[in-house]
């Protein structure tokens, strides 16, 4: 069964400056995508970031980056020059190709993200 | 293009009584998926549908919750009869295809509170 681990339930990080969350993932499979959603205040889920697991390059979309460690299971978000938008729950998640129809996302629990002014 | 909508945003039930959550998807997305997140708790998938047909409904927690699609286009989430531990956000996404490079768009929730 795959697991997904987010240790950090709520951080804060002051405008403009730079944030990591964290985001460990437990699978046997070998060909997955991860990816990082944003929750802002009462809105919809949206799409941050997303990860290829054969792919070596960390993914980046403008501020948002990260920092895919495959060996170790790890797969960060770094948030550069903060804004007060991205305050939201930020949720790791893991999809695997099975090749069928199984396309379940597993989801962690949550990382509540406050930027301050 | 409208997103992924769900009606309603909140209900608050007693425990015994009946609620019907529904999910319109993005138009043209034969992949709608159903996720739940209790209190505290990951975001946790219920099931998955093509079209109108049930691909997989492994996450269902027991035979009080009936899911349909009729036509393949929105989807209901029946609870009954509705117990404490159903009370939660339950969301619903919608994919063009079903595979794992798809993004998945995901609904505002519908918030249930059965007291």
């Known amino acids: 069964a795959q697991t997904v681990t987010q240790s950090q339930p709520e951080m804060s990080v002051q405008e403009a400056e730079t944030v990591t969350l964290s985001c460990t993932y437990d699978?046997?499979?070998?060909?997955?995508?991860l990816f990082w959603y944003k929750q802002p205040p009462s809105r919809q889920m949206i799409l941050v970031i997303r990860?290829?697991?054969?792919?070596?390059q960390n993914a980046t979309e403008n501020r948002f980056s990260v920092n895919f460690q495959k060996a170790a299971k790890s797969f960060s978000l770094k948030i550069s020059d903060s804004q007060l938008g991205d305050t939201a729950m930020y949720f790791c998640?893991?999809?695997?190709?099975?090749?069928?129809?199984?396309?379940?996302?597993?989801f962690g629990k949550g990382t509540l993200l406050t930027v301050n002014p | 293009e409208a997103g992924v909508t769900q009606f309603p945003s909140h209900s608050v039930i007693e425990k015994g009584q009946t609620v019907t959550l529904r999910c319109d998807p993005i138009?043209?997305?034969?992949?709608l998926y159903w996720y739940r997140r209790v209190m505290g708790k990951e975001i946790k998938f219920l099931l998955h549908?093509?079209?109108?047909?049930?691909?997989?409904e492994s996450g269902m927690p027991n035979n009080r919750f009936l899911a349909e699609r009729t036509g393949g286009t929105y989807s209901t989430l029946k609870v009954q009869p509705a117990e404490l531990e159903d009370s939660g956000v339950y969301f619903c996404?919608?994919?063009?295809?079903?595979?794992?490079?798809?993004?998945?768009?995901f609904g505002p929730g519908t918030r249930l509170t059965v007291t």
């Open positions: 699978t046997s499979e070998s060909n997955y995508y």
């Open positions: 990860q290829e697991a054969y792919k070596q």
């Open positions: 996404a919608s994919s063009q295809a079903g595979g794992a490079g798809y993004e998945q768009y």
């Open positions: 998640a893991f999809i695997y190709n099975s090749g069928g129809s199984n396309y379940k996302l597993t």
């Open positions: 549908f093509v079209k109108e047909s049930k691909q997989d």
């Open positions: 138009s043209g997305h034969d992949n």
